[in-house]
């Protein structure tokens, strides 16, 4: 189990992706392959589903988004991009946008006139 460390700032969970990623040397073997990647996190997702559609525990839930979380952060890894800063400038925009409600349901998205 790893040991949660005293900060749980981004940079520190990133760091400790990265850690993943070297030990395990995912640059050398595929693990960062970027096609290889969507489908680890396609697989995560439908494990996500299968907690909230099986009323599984939270506890599960919550283990099966971590290992979304750390695939995300692995990919920015692997892409070589800033996920801190494609959060917040991607909040930006959210922030801006209007929401509807579609068949009951709230969304917020880029409403675009047919």
């Not at 439908?46 to 599960?60: A, F, Y």
């Not at 988004?65 to 930006?92: H, R």
């Amino acid at each position: 189990m790893a040991t949660k460390p005293d900060s749980d700032s981004y940079q520190t969970m990133l760091a400790a992706v990265q850690a993943f990623h070297d030990k395990h040397d995912f640059k050398n073997t595929g693990g960062e392959e970027l096609t290889y990647r969507i489908a680890l996190m396609t697989e995560e997702l439908g494990e996500v589903s299968e907690c909230v559609t099986k009323g599984k525990p939270v506890e599960e839930l919550s283990e099966e988004v971590a290992d979304l979380l750390i695939l995300l952060m692995g990919t920015a890894i692997a892409a070589d991009f800033d996920l801190n800063e494609a959060f917040w400038n991607k909040m930006d925009k959210l922030m801006q946008r209007q929401s509807k409600m579609i068949d009951g349901r709230i969304r917020v998205s880029e409403f675009r006139e047919k």
